[in-house]
């Protein structure tokens, strides 16, 4: 059996407490499977998701995600910027490929000693772009939609990579040194959502 498989999924409510005092209920997806840690992800305005070890109690749960209030709330008030996402048609995924590329080719004219070795466009609904360490990009086709800036950012992003593969200070280092303003646009980032 594949270790990482869920095998039993539930929908329960818990109620948050914000700075104000007033009461937030949230809808809570429990995964329990073979994982031996805990870990939430807030996956839309008053819905997390939680996966759990299968031995583990639901009042265990619960208080984990209460210890996480303060995350959590963070993070949904982040979400209420965030444009709500409309799944691309055919047609706007040809178009997110085309522009995609069409910009990938005025970057690397214009940024100089950024080279990967061979990119990709693909639709992706977790991440904006990666990096492999035989220096292969792949950035998602959404890349079209978005401001030329944080589409500048992006590749940035992947192409630090190639220096180093982690997210090390020198890492950080290597993208302001092509983007100086990259924390605004790295924030701005987060509120265009993947489709």
Known sequence: MNKSMRFKSDLIKINLENESRKTIELECELIFSYRKTLSLQVIAINRIKIRAPQKCSKRYILDFVRSKSNWILKHLNRMKDIVPAVPLN??????????TLKRVQVFLATYKGLHPKRITIRHQKTRWGSCSSKGNISLNLNCGFIPQEL??????HELAHLYEMNHSSTFWSIVE???PNYKQLRKELKKYPLR
């Open 90 to 99: 055919d047609e706007e995924i040809s178009f997110g490929k085309k522009e």
């Open 151 to 156: 589409f500048e950012y992006v590749m940035v």
């Open 177 to 179: 040194s092509y983007l």
